[in-house]
């Protein structure tokens, strides 16, 4: 169907075409004057094209004693027209005169070319544009008869519908065989990265390249069918005498067109070559630069100011600041940059980067401050707000956490610096962090023994350091319990870990005081109840539990 709707436009276009030039054709003639043997030109004189069949056969533009440039050319149309109904050859000639140059049809004189009709700063002549006139006037002169010979109509419009069905045929071969040959092609390609560059491409690069060259295949087709439409309408266009114009303008604009990107490409060239220059200067010192820092990244984190904790910050800083000035750099060689358009892209581009970058810029300021005060460190285990795991990314833009059941969490920079960090790595050193754990017990527990029992679960755990050793802290004094903080020291630095010491540290506990008959009291504490709520070590291994060997 949209083959359908493309022929119909087509045909609209040429229907609008003829309705159009024939009411130029048709529109009423000005008066004329005798000519005088006087010549004046004025200096500010309105140009005045002599049009004949849709075509400018000569443009007036000086005066002729009291003629002014649109009665001369009002002249001449009257004659030209009343010389196109009298029988001739159609031969057109220039003949020199005092005035100027004159040109003739079939011997008789229509009009003449004056000095002051030629622009002499553009580099025009009186004798090209007569020349140019005689060409033009024998042209029309053809035409005219064709457009009075109705068999000369019928051949066009017989053409023209051969033509549309065979645009239509061919397009739809196009359509369908390159549709085929593309789906092969991707087929093949496919099964042949599949077999062969698997173990040297990521998964992704072997499904992008079919991916884009489906769309490359199919953008080729677009550009087929359109060259196709277009000589079709150049075609149709010029087999009717009053759109014959339009089909040489736009045949010659097409041309235009072409060689003029072919001249701006090769204008270009030597631009183009300095910012490829400025680009691979700056891609080679961009590599040198990361080849210097992944160096300094071997460094322990405590070597000065740059170690291992700030070299991949500063790495990203100055490599993105290489580019940055590559590019202001390379801007001015860059095809286009001085154009007004080029320009006009620019402002809007850096006015949308100017609004829309004041939270990235916020994002990358708090990056640097968080790394290079050393807030927080690579595999260091923190707390920020709610979120509480192992630091695996110190970005620009984001700090990434890894928590213990597998989770990894993002959080932007400008939260982490504007929050309270809460780091268990500080602690000790090595790799190891501190880990606590808070039980509220009734007052009628005697609070030595409550240590006592959470010192003994704490050794019962292989993870927890000995040395420092495992300590308790009582936290608060509430209305009907005590909360008694225990503080241990794992020795890991694998985040996994630390959720696996925390649940064994929490069965180690309850284990402890059901073991001694010391009841963990609820912090919603009403009253003591009749049986206390102990698990006693008979009933540990209720069914489907079973013993650790069995």
Request: charged share 15%; proline share 5%.
């Amino acid at each position: 169907m949209s083959l359908v709707h493309l022929m119909l436009s087509i045909a609209l276009f040429i229907f609008t075409a003829f309705t159009q030039v024939a009411a130029q054709d048709k529109a009423p003639l000005p008066q004329t004057h005798a000519q005088t043997q006087t010549q004046t030109t004025e200096a500010g004189a309105a140009a005045a094209p002599l049009v004949i069949g849709n075509r400018t056969i000569h443009t007036f533009r000086a005066s002729l004693g009291m003629f002014s440039a649109s009665e001369r050319a009002a002249s001449a149309r009257q004659r030209i027209e009343t010389a196109f109904e009298q029988p001739g050859e159609g031969w057109t000639s220039v003949k020199p005169t005092e005035q100027g140059l004159q040109i003739e049809l079939d011997g008789k004189p229509l009009f003449l070319v004056l000095p002051g009709d030629a622009h002499t700063a553009a580099g025009e002549t009186a004798e090209d544009l007569a020349n140019q006139a005689s060409r033009v006037l024998q042209k029309t002169w053809r035409e005219a008869r064709e457009r009075r010979d109705p068999r000369a109509n019928l051949d066009a419009l017989l053409k023209v519908s051969l033509a549309t069905v065979l645009l239509l045929i061919v397009l739809t071969l196009l359509v369908t065989l390159l549709s085929k040959a593309r789906n092969a092609l991707i087929r093949r390609l496919s099964g042949w990265l599949q077999s062969t560059a698997a173990e040297h491409l990521r998964a992704h690069t072997i499904a992008l390249i079919p991916s884009a060259l489906n769309r490359a295949l199919v953008l080729l087709t677009w550009l087929l069918g359109l060259f196709l439409i277009f000589m079709f309408l150049t075609y149709s266009l010029g087999l009717f005498v009053l759109t014959r114009p339009a089909s040489e303008r736009l045949s010659q604009s097409i041309g235009n067109l072409a060689v003029d990107a072919l001249t701006g490409f090769a204008a270009s060239l030597p631009g183009m070559f300095i910012a490829v220059l400025i680009f691979l200067i700056a891609w080679i010192v961009t590599r040198i630069a990361t080849e210097f820092f992944l160096s300094v990244e071997s460094r322990p984190a405590e070597a000065g100011r740059l170690n291992a904790h700030t070299a991949p910050a500063t790495r990203r800083i100055v490599n993105a600041t290489l580019w940055l000035f590559a590019i202001a750099m390379a801007y001015p060689y860059l095809p286009g940059s001085h154009t007004e358009a080029f320009k006009g892209l620019s402002v809007i581009v850096g006015l949308m980067v100017s609004i829309g970058a004041s939270g990235v810029v916020g994002q990358i300021a708090s990056g640097i401050i968080i790394v290079y005060t050393y807030a927080l460190k690579k595999g260091e285990y923190v707390r920020i707000q709610e979120f509480e795991g192992t630091v695996t990314e110190l970005s620009l833009f984001v700090t990434r956490l890894r928590t213990g059941l597998g989770q990894e969490i993002a959080i932007p920079n400008a939260v982490v610096l504007g929050n309270v960090t809460r780091n268990y790595s500080r602690v000790i050193g090595g790799n190891g962090y501190v880990l606590d754990t808070t039980v509220t017990i009734g007052y009628d527990t005697p609070w030595r023994q409550v240590h006592a029992m959470l010192i003994e679960a704490a050794g019962a755990i292989p993870e927890i350091l000995r040395n420092p050793p495992a300590y308790v802290v009582q936290s608060a004094l509430s209305d009907f319990y005590v909360a008694y903080q225990l503080v241990v020291h794992v020795d890991t630095d694998v985040p996994a870990t630390r959720a696996r010491v925390a649940s064994d540290l929490h069965s180690a506990i309850q284990d402890a005081f059901n073991r001694h008959g010391v009841q963990i009291m609820s912090p919603h504490y009403l009253g003591d109840p009749d049986t206390a709520k102990l698990v006693p070590e008979a009933h540990w291994y209720t069914p489907p539990a079973k013993r650790e060997g069995h």
